[in-house]
């Protein structure tokens, strides 16, 4: 599953069951995880610097991160004109 498909399936959810002030939490657990694979399949079949033992838990726990470390606002960004 892409993050387009995931954000689409909880919009949907949104608008055809909640009510005006819910909520739903978009899982992007099997975005990661498929992502994770991918890398990883990459990795060993381009011969990168990764190393042989490295698991698909590690490279996951590594996307996490970096997800983890960008700065994520949604909407405009204020500013002011002087």
Known sequence: ME???A???ALK???DTKH???????DFEPCITQ????QLARRR????DASPDETEEEVKQQLLSDL???EWWYGVRGFCEF
């Open 35 to 38: 992502l994770a694979r991918e």
């Open 68 to 70: 983890d470390a960008k």
């Open 13 to 15: 959810e949104l608008i």
């Open 20 to 26: 005006l002030y819910q909520s739903v939490t978009v």
């Open 3 to 5: 993050y387009r498909e």
């Open 7 to 9: 954000i689409r399936k």
């Open 45 to 48: 079949t381009m011969g990168s």
